[in-house]
């Protein structure tokens, strides 16, 4: 395995899978460029060092192979102005309406130092979601360097995630600095942390959030768990949830859990106290309860005032965060109080020198809403893959580039 920032690409052609899935509004306006623009410092140092940058992607679940609401060209325009900030036309960009086959081949093999290409859609074959070998050597043939820049991808075993590495030298292969950025923050976490390390688990389902947890129970000092997942939690210790969510079929599963960390000696903080709601609706009647008292007909939809506290201690205290999901329904503003005083928190003990990552798709936009995103240290692009990640799993995606 070669090092990105290492490697020279000057003369060389690069094969690079990048994860420029973003959504798009119904007129193929891209309503959120942040996977592009993430990929964009990579593309610059191949280029910068005399190379020339062969794109590939997924975009969307197409169904039936090629359709022009999957389609990569939509991006074109975008990818140019990333390129050429300055309005010009520097840097070429071209696109190929198959990303293999003929005139894959020859506008690939025909690409001159500093330009790009774009292929269209990978999963308008069927072939990439299950790791055709065959069609992951096609592609191979495209460029002579792979880097995988796909973090968002990598717990998945594609043709061009993982299959394709096989074909490019150990020297041949690397992970884009995006990727490499990602792994070395994730690495750092679950196998460099300073203690106290403190797991921030929130969101709706336990069922969603055991593996991590479990994971976890084995590195962490500290788990704090808030959000809907809490009250499963709050409900299996004998108390009194009213109407909040709760997995019935999970109740042993959380003693499971409250058990095995007494054991290991890890501290599991719920909330102590909830912001109650009487409906599910942004205009509900609220009030602050013990969160094992909650009256029927009301529902825990955040954390409230006492939890925010002990929580807030707990992270100030910590030398290592990671924080997944969010602490209450913060899509709705009478909501949000938990989630942003913990965002605030955790910023506050990254600025006292805590190393804090903060993974999965809620927890990410609750930090980018409130405008935090730059205040803690790591924010991963990766919602699944981060999860996975710290789930233990090997991620495909890494370990191609590692064997
Ligand atoms: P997840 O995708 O599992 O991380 O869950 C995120 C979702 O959990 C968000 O849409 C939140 O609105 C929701 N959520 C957080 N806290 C609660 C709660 N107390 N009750 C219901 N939903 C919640």
Known sequence: MSTFSDFNFAGHKALVRVDFNVPLDDQFNITDDTRMSATIPTIKKILADGGSAI?????????DGPTDKYSLKHLVKHLHELLNPDGGNTTKVFFADDCIG???NLTASTLRAGEVLLLENLRFYKEEEKGDKDFAEKLSKLGDVYVNDAFGTAHRAHASTAVIAQF????KKMFGLLMESEVKSAEKVLHESEKPFTAIIGGAKVSDKILII???LQRATDIIIGGGMAYTFLKARGGKIGGSLCEDDRLQTAIDILEKA???NVSIHLPEDSIIADKFAADANTKDCPSDQIPDGWMGLDIGPKAIGIFSEVIRNSKTILWNGPMGVFEMEKFQGGTKAIALSVADATSKGAFSLVGGGDSVSAVNQFHLADKVSYVSTGGGAM???????VLPGIAAIKE
């Not at 999860?387 to 799993?393: A, N, R, S, T």
């Open 387 to 393: 999860l996975e990640y710290f789930e233990g799993k």
């Open 262 to 264: 007494k054991q290991k």
């Open 214 to 216: 479990e994971n976890l």
């Open 102 to 104: 003929e005139q894959a």
């Open 55 to 63: 794109l590939m992607s997924h975009f969307g679940r197409p169904k």
């Open 168 to 171: 490019f030298a150990a020297d």
